[in-house]
């Protein structure tokens, strides 16, 4: 185990799963990224411009933390510009096919106990970590 | 103008929430998923602090007739399995192992600068955008469920 950071990423579930909480309880509405961005795309405006609110506030926070605590962001996986525009067409690809990412099936969904969601989850997770020892025992960790 | 300052507070409480869990940096993702070398459970963490918050807190709030701001829940209500979630989600986690970047992360280190943002989000919209034209004739799951009085066909 290296890198470990328990306490940290204890603190930073909880404070995601307030916002979920304050979301869903104040606007009725699930704090699903990848849904919450297609519909941005795709010119839905149903409940007001919720979605572009929340959105600004992914990327201030970025912004705000970027100035204060660089690290946060450090880049040290080893990931050439094409790899990681795959990884991007998949991941915007993918969570729209199945109807949710990391937060919308991950938290969201399983926290309503949703069957769907915990497939997917499950799914998920399993290519993931099949990717990632692909890249890593192939690739020597990396692409 | 209150709904709005509540997701926009939401969206930065989210992006803390991300940014103090680690999700932001994809070393520590990819070292979660690869549990074979030296692995980092940090990630198990951040997933079961939000998931056990939000089952626990959830309660309270879904025991009211509406939210607080808005007229009613839009909360998905399609059950069953099919293809594309399957399909979806297999091809999800490709890129999310790949990359280490899953869509909040990757939008929150965008609005930080970092340059491996500056491709992994404007491809993860392409590809969004690609799913939307490539199924656009094809209306089977696009079909909004009515629920509480509101459309809703996604899981989140």
């Known amino acids: 185990m290296e890198h470990f950071t328990p306490l940290s990423s204890l603190l930073g579930g909880i404070l995601i799963g307030v916002s979920a909480t304050a979301m869903l309880g104040l606007l009725g509405r699930v704090a699903g990224i990848s849904g919450i961005l297609g519909g941005l795309l795709a010119g839905d405006t149903s409940g007001g411009p919720w979605r572009t609110a929340f959105v600004a506030g992914l990327l201030v926070g970025g912004f705000l933390f970027a100035a204060a605590a660089p690290a946060a962001f450090a880049m040290t996986l080893d990931r050439s510009t094409p790899a990681l525009a795959v990884a991007g067409l998949l991941v915007g690809f993918g969570s729209r096919l199945g109807s949710g990412c990391t937060s919308g099936h991950g938290v969201c969904g399983m926290a309503r106990g949703s069957k769907r969601s915990i497939i997917a989850t499950l799914i998920f997770m399993t290519t993931g970590a099949l990717t990632a020892l692909f890249v890593t025992q192939v690739f020597g960790g990396r692409l | ?156």
């Open chain 2, 1 to 156: 103008m209150a709904g709005m300052l509540t997701a926009f507070g939401c969206g930065l409480v989210f992006a803390c929430g991300l940014v103090a869990g680690g999700m932001t940096q994809p070393s520590k993702v990819v070292g979660f998923l690869d549990f074979t070398g030296a692995w980092d459970p940090s990630l198990a963490l951040v997933m079961g602090g939000a998931l056990g918050t939000h089952a626990l807190l959830r309660r309270f709030v879904t025991t009211r007739s509406r939210p607080l701001l808005a007229p009613a829940f839009c909360v998905p209500t399609r059950k069953g399995l099919d293809a594309r979630l399957v399909n979806g989600a297999a091809i999800f986690g490709v890129g999310w192992g790949l990359g280490g970047f899953c869509p909040g992360p990757a939008i929150v280190a965008l609005g930080g600068g970092v340059s491996a943002a500056l491709v992994v989000v404007p491809a993860m919209l392409a590809g969004m955008l690609l799913h939307d034209r490539w199924f656009a004739a094809a209306p089977v799951a696009a079909t909004p469920v009515v629920a509480n009085g509101a459309e809703v066909g996604r899981d989140g």
